[in-house]
């Protein structure tokens, strides 16, 4: 009896094994079909970044893109206009999946909303490889977000150097070249700045908000620890001085500044061609009509307090929303956007990669009218370290730029320039506190 007992135990222990065994196997197949469905459910999924993209803009660099790898989603982009603000649309009740925007302005816009989620545990989900991607960007990403991941890289952006080759023929000055230092940048300057025919030519101008979010020594524009404005230092007086004062020694400079009340910048370059060399993000030829322009580019001039880096990357996030629906599906779309297939297409077409793979680097700008160009020189030199941010950044940012037209015409002194920043700029930061805390 004993031993029959024992018999029918065993078998009984055989049997729930496989009956364990097979229902262990049918929930993991089950997972595994609900992950590869999950593509081919019918859903929709909105987007919306603050910088206002235009739909035609984000169609053609992610829309159509997702629309064709997934033909079941429908992809949905708002424009944010003086209407559709994030916070009016968060507060109308309109879902958002995915929000997208620069390292500039990611702090305040998803994570000041307090929309922001932790994508982490999706990312392992979807086995995303993280080593494939510049560890600025995610370091970059880590910080902001307390070493949580609250969104991915799908392109980036740096500052690159430009030059009107006519300018140069013109007055028999030789071509900028690759890791040139601004030192040489600005000897150009001076032989580049005439003014004949009744034209005033500039030698050099950089886009004076991009040099401040993408200057090379990786200051900050407010003290992380402090959260003070980071304005009133040697090193920030050090770009200021090279990029906006040493300029306008060149004589006529710093006089069309003072009656045009302007530094040259992008109209001067492009349109008016009255500017010989100019920094500003590498997308400008890409962005920008240039096919009147007889341009050329170089890396950016290096700093002496920084020889061996280049102005720092710009990347641009892909997020998913707290509130999203459609987390999973979501996390698919950005998985694509940053694959091997998506960003060789990108790159193509003029987006700068994210993923540290040489072969699409290679590729940058390739299927475009400026594959003849010298676009190499974007990978020239290491980035230098994405700056920290802050929550308060977006309020002192303005400030930053506030008086670099009166520094570059003498009409106010640095010292004195930099005391009136640090003044505003840390007041604007309480007054943003204040705000916060209603």
Excluded at 28 to 40: G, L, M, P, S, Y
Excluded at 410 to 438: Q, S, V
Aim: aromatic residues 12%; contains cysteine.
């Amino acid at each position: 009896m004993l031993k029959q007992m024992k018999a029918i135990a065993a078998t009984s222990a055989i049997v729930l094994v496989i009956t364990t065994g097979c229902a262990g196997k049918q929930e993991a197949n089950t997972e595994v079909k609900q992950q590869a469905d999950i593509t081919k459910e019918s859903l929709e999924l909105v987007f919306f970044s603050n910088s206002a993209d235009s739909v035609e803009s984000f169609d053609e660099r992610f829309g159509n893109a997702i629309r064709k790898k997934f033909p079941n989603f429908t992809i949905k982009y708002l424009q944010k206009d003086k209407t559709n603000t994030f916070q009016n649309l968060i507060s109308a009740g309109q879902p958002i999946d995915i929000y997208w925007d620069s390292v500039g302005y990611f702090v305040g816009g998803i994570q000041e909303s307090g929309m922001q989620y932790d994508m982490t545990e999706l990312i392992g989900k979807s086995k995303l490889d993280m080593s494939r991607f510049e560890a600025s960007d995610i370091d970059a990403m880590k910080q902001m977000s307390g070493g949580k991941l609250y969104g991915l890289p799908v392109v980036t952006n740096t500052l690159s150097f430009f030059y009107n080759k006519d300018l140069f023929d013109k007055f028999g000055v030789s071509y900028p070249k690759d890791g040139m230092m601004w030192d040489e940048a600005l000897e150009m300057n001076k032989k580049l700045t005439r003014y004949e025919a009744s034209v005033q030519y500039m030698g050099l101008a950089v886009s004076y908000g991009h040099i401040i979010r993408l200057n090379p020594l990786s200051l900050p524009l407010v003290d992380p620890a402090t959260n003070k404005i980071a304005v009133n230092n040697e090193k920030w007086k050090s770009i200021y001085q090279n990029v906006f004062v040493r300029p306008a020694e060149a004589p006529g400079y710093k006089e069309e500044v003072v009656s045009k009340k302007a530094v040259p910048q992008t109209n001067e370059f492009v349109k008016t061609k009255n500017l010989a060399m100019y920094g500003f993000l590498t997308s400008l030829v890409f962005t920008q009509d240039v096919s009147t322009l007889n341009w050329d580019m170089t890396s950016f001039p290096k700093f002496k307090e920084a020889p061996d880096l280049a102005p720092q990357n710009y990347p641009t996030y892909f997020s998913i929303t707290s509130t999203s629906k459609h987390k999973e599906a979501a996390m698919e779309v950005i998985k694509f956007l940053t694959s091997d297939e998506n960003q060789m297409s990108l790159s193509k077409l003029g987006n700068m990669p994210v993923v540290k793979n040489e072969t699409i680097r290679k590729a940058f700008g390739q299927d475009t009218r400026h594959a003849n160009k010298n676009l190499k020189s974007v990978y020239y030199a290491k980035s230098s370290a994405i700056m920290p941010k802050t929550i308060y950044d977006d309020v002192v940012f303005p400030i930053y730029g506030k008086y670099y037209k009166d520094i570059a015409g003498g009409t106010i002194d640095i010292n004195t320039a930099f005391r009136n920043m640090e003044e505003e700029g840390n007041k604007a930061i309480e007054d943003l506190k204040n705000k916060l805390k209603k």
